[in-house]
């Protein structure tokens, strides 16, 4: 499995970071083409704003129930999903979400590779 390390060296492929509240920390250049917001424009933002307003409410459950439990079924698998670009298009993408522990606090981050 790739670290935090790892995939903030990603060029290929679009990469997206947050803190354990679903706030925004880091977007690469690749982010940036694809998705339209740049660094200074998405930093401190809820990640739901790249995510279809249909799936903000399982997006909540499911990352509620991770930070209780610890335990997750979407994580270091592929997934089909949708991102949301700063001008309001869905672009399909293949989405890989990993979750590491730093300094005791979880930091999530997603790699999202447009199909």
């Known amino acids: 499995m790739?670290?935090?390390s790892d995939i903030k060296q990603e060029t290929e492929v679009p990469v997206v970071?947050?803190?354990r509240?679903?706030?925004i920390t880091y977007v690469n250049d690749r982010f940036?083409?694809?998705?339209?917001?740049s660094?200074?424009?998405i930093n401190g933002q809820m990640i739901t704003v790249v995510i279809p307003e249909g799936f903000h409410a399982p997006h909540h459950l499911g990352f509620?129930?991770?930070l209780s439990t610890e335990n997750s079924t979407?994580?270091?698998h592929p997934l089909r999903l949708v991102g949301v670009t700063k001008d309001g298009r869905e672009i399909e993408a293949e989405h890989l979400i990993m979750a590491e522990k730093h300094q005791g606090e979880w930091v999530f981050m997603a790699t999202l590779r447009p199909l």
């Not at 940036?32 to 917001?37: C, D, I, K, N, R």
């Open 32 to 37: 940036t083409s694809v998705f339209g917001w």
């Open 64 to 66: 509620s129930r991770f």
């Open 17 to 19: 970071i947050t803190d």
């Open 74 to 76: 979407i994580l270091n």
């Open 2 to 4: 790739k670290s935090l």
């Open 21 to 23: 509240q679903g706030f």
């Open 39 to 41: 660094m200074a424009e």
